[in-house]
């Protein structure tokens, strides 16, 4: 270690022919459990695996170019923002929805980053902003897509109780509301126990990669802070959006013969 050197900077991974053998094997490994247990397409995971390989890869490449240029960064954090809400629309409807997916993810990201940036919180440099606003925007994108999910899911499901919720004179938006709000909730408990078990069961990823970065673990710390609330908003937001979406039948469930979630 250098003299210049801060004692928290680490490495933790290293490169090489081990990482792609260990990282093979398990997801080999999940693929065959999940095969075994039916829990889905077996396939799913390797695709998954080597699509995360191959972006991960690409962007490794490209970040150093999008950190010295503040319009690459903006574009980038835009792409970012169209790919999660194209898969966020597939997951609870189709791709017609992205729009209102795109609306959701949105209104729960865009205050809370601004407001970061602009009250000094979070530096207006691309090191900082593209991991925050990816992290802001990966949460919106899970919390939309379970919400949307789950909502969709009830309204076909308890078709008869929002009938019922018609006949006595309920308008259809308050109907759907009082049937998926409830459940669409629920998709704020991953948020939730992250936020509440944080430093007893895990360390998330902010916490560690500043830590390794180099930073005190109380710099550490703050950062994570900033990043668990500001999700819980994010969050809050984009659910609420979503389900608002789907009271006013802007998004609906399609039907078999219309293309359906990938």
Known sequence: MSSGESPYAVRVIQ??????????????????LVW??????????????VR??????????????VLHSGWLTAAFVLMMFSVASITSARRFGSWSDAVWAAAAIAAGVAPPLAALI????????????????GILIG???????????????ELKTRRGEYEAALALGFMPRDAALLICRP???QALVPALDQTRTVGLVTLPGAFVGV???????????ATQLVVLISLLLVEA????????????????RPLPSEPSAA
């Open 118 to 133: 602009l009250s000094g919180l979070v530096p207006a440099t691309p090191i900082a902003v593209v991991p925050i606003a």
């Open 237 to 252: 937001v984009g659910v609420l959006v979503i389900v608002e979406l789907i009271a006013a039948e802007r998004v609906r």
């Open 139 to 153: 949460g919106a994108m899970t919390a939309t897509t379970l919400a949307g999910r789950r909502a969709l899911d």
């Open 52 to 65: 995360a390989t191959v972006q991960l890869a690409a962007v490794s490449l490209l970040i150093t170019a």
């Open 36 to 49: 075994l247990g039916r829990l889905g397409p077996w396939h799913s995971i390797l695709t998954a695996s």
């Open 183 to 185: 459940t669409a909730g």
């Open 211 to 221: 830590l390794l970065g180099g930073a005190s673990p109380m710099q550490a710390g």
């Open 15 to 32: 490169l090489g022919p081990l990482l792609a053998v260990v990282l093979g094997l398990f997801a080999a490994t999940a693929a065959v």
